[in-house]
């Protein structure tokens, strides 16, 4: 009996997960075994995560977008939070990461996992302090491993560790000089136990002891980028490519290993260099799923990050990113809230869209082309059938209707509605404007 997807995988087994995976991505099921035994698939799913609709990350699949949330200690009204989740899964999030760090996280996990058909993932360093109610500094290497091990037990598909940065990576940072130094939470809160305990990255130094947790329960590893760009002036720096060059090491070891990896990717990157960041991290990580928070193409829109976010995230997905970590009109400023959520989500499903046609993935364009025939019969119920967000496309419409209602077209144009003057003039009927 193999333990993960992975081992079945390259045993030549294609799991009742890979055949869930295979009819959702209309895919043959041997090239999708083929593609999870090569690494350059994974699926989430923790054997404990009962509730789960396994969905599948990485090549020649749909772009998935992750959703953030989880309580805080401004914030930590669980049942608002469970209400964000369950609007965020109605939206068409594919995962949601759980990213409390307040109260009694472990209910709260629990509920998520329980009831909900989306992959949930963590960040187990977050809950260390909350666990074990220790400061950071106090906390011990097999603390850290003790909450990886609870997180598995609870069902999570995914964690998110921070072990491509080493002590070497406390010189870098204090020489490199960058603008923003970290801006990951986890990796500042492992940069921040290095330097006050003296001791080696755990993530790092005990790497194979977490390998052997994520393999009993068959925990997915996202390779965590402490050092990604917190600005554009740091983007492709030295420290974040050396952090990818561990990373693309460790998703190896987790790989021989029989643990399924994908690797975090940035954070603020110029338009114009996302596709060199695409096709570094393929070389380096050898194919290994990419995960991108973003990535933000440019720093001076706080109110609007949602949009800088999916626009870099669009591109990224075009040149090879696989799984898009939204970002709301309240980064940097606040825990968002369920309207940020919601525009959070929509601005990162149109980038996963857009990217999917972009990338030519089989079928992806066809709710498009039912869109546009529904136009070009102004059949405004079919358009509403095809929006990502149809409530949204009706309450415009229906709130601001042509003076005069022609049933046909909208108040844009009126009579001199493009589409509506074209239908007729190729019937060769009367075009009424006035
Ligand atoms: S009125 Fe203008 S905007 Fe509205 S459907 Fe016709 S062409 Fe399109």
Same mark, same amino acid.
């Given at each position: 009996m193999f333990m993960t997807q992975l081992e079945s995988a390259v045993a030549g087994v294609v799991t009742k997960e890979m055949k869930v995976v295979a009819e959702k991505e209309r895919m043959d099921e041997e090239v999708l075994r083929s593609l999870v035994a090569a690494g350059k698939?994974? #699926?989430?799913?923790?054997?404990?995560?009962?509730?789960?609709?396994?969905?599948?990350?990485? %090549?020649?699949?749909?772009?998935? *977008?992750? *959703?953030?949330?989880?309580?805080?200690?401004?914030?930590?009204?669980? =049942?608002?939070?469970? +209400?964000?989740?369950?609007?965020?899964?109605?939206?068409?999030?594919?995962? @949601?990461?759980?990213?409390?760090?307040?109260?009694?996280?472990?209910?709260?996990?629990? %509920?998520?996992?329980?009831?909900?058909?989306?992959? @949930?993932?963590?960040?187990? @360093?977050? =809950? /260390?302090?909350?666990?074990?109610?220790?400061?950071?500094?106090?906390?011990?290497?097999?603390?850290?491993?003790?909450?990886?091990?609870?997180?598995?037990?609870?069902?999570?598909?995914? @964690?998110? #560790?921070?072990?491509? #940065?080493?002590?070497?990576?406390? =010189?870098?940072?204090?020489?490199? %000089?960058?603008?923003?130094?970290? *801006?990951?939470?986890?990796? /500042?809160?492992?940069?921040?136990?290095? /330097?006050?305990?003296?001791? +080696?990255?755990?993530?790092?130094?005990?790497?194979?002891?977490?390998?052997?947790?994520?393999?009993?329960?068959?925990?997915?590893?996202?390779?965590?980028?402490?050092?990604?760009?917190?600005?554009?002036?740091?983007?492709?720096?030295?420290?974040?490519i050396e952090e990818l060059v561990r990373l693309g090491e460790l998703a190896k070891r987790a790989k021989q290993y029989g643990v399924q990896a994908m690797i975090e990717g940035p954070g603020h990157v110029p338009l114009h260099q996302i596709q060199m960041n695409m096709e570094i991290q393929e070389s380096l990580c050898d194919g290994a799923p990419f995960y991108v928070l973003g990535p933000l193409v440019t720093d001076i829109a706080p109110g609007y990050d949602h949009i800088t976010a999916a626009i870099g995230g669009a591109v990224a997905g075009m040149y090879g990113a696989s799984f898009l970590c939204y970002v709301t009109p309240a980064e940097h400023l606040a825990l968002p809230n369920a309207d940020d959520v919601k525009d959070g989500i929509m601005a990162f499903k149109i980038a996963a869209h857009a990217a999917d046609i972009a990338r030519g993935i089989p079928n992806a364009r066809d709710i498009d082309d039912t869109m546009a025939k529904a136009r070009q019969v102004l059949d405004w119920e079919a358009q509403y059938a095809c929006a990502l967000d149809p409530e949204r496309a009706r309450s415009i419409r229906e709130s601001r209707a042509p003076e005069e209602d022609h049933g046909e077209t909208c108040s844009m144009c009126g009579k001199f509605c493009a589409v509506r003057s074209m239908n007729k003039a190729l019937q060769e009927e009367y075009i009424d404007i006035l």
């Open positions: 698939v994974v #699926i989430p799913c923790n054997k404990q995560h009962t509730s789960i609709s396994p969905e599948g990350i990485g %090549k020649r699949l749909r772009t998935k *977008v992750n *959703v953030n949330l989880g309580t805080s200690k401004d914030v930590t009204d669980y =049942d608002s939070e469970i +209400e964000k989740v369950n609007r965020a899964i109605r939206l068409g999030a594919e995962s @949601i990461m759980d990213l409390s760090t307040h109260g009694d996280t472990r209910i709260f996990r629990r %509920k998520l996992i329980e009831t909900s058909p989306v992959m @949930i993932g963590t960040v187990p @360093i977050y =809950d /260390s302090v909350i666990h074990h109610q220790k400061d950071l500094g106090e906390l011990t290497a097999q603390d850290f491993l003790d909450t990886i091990r609870l997180h598995a037990q609870d069902g999570v598909d995914f @964690i998110t #560790i921070h072990s491509g #940065i080493t002590r070497k990576t406390i =010189d870098q940072i204090k020489n490199h %000089k960058r603008l923003l130094n970290i *801006v990951s939470r986890g990796g /500042s809160l492992v940069f921040a136990w290095m /330097s006050m305990t003296g001791h +080696e990255n755990p993530f790092y130094e005990y790497f194979d002891e977490i390998l052997k947790i994520c393999k009993e329960y068959d925990v997915t590893l996202s390779l965590g980028d402490a050092c990604r760009p917190g600005c554009l002036a740091d983007a492709t720096d030295v420290c974040q």
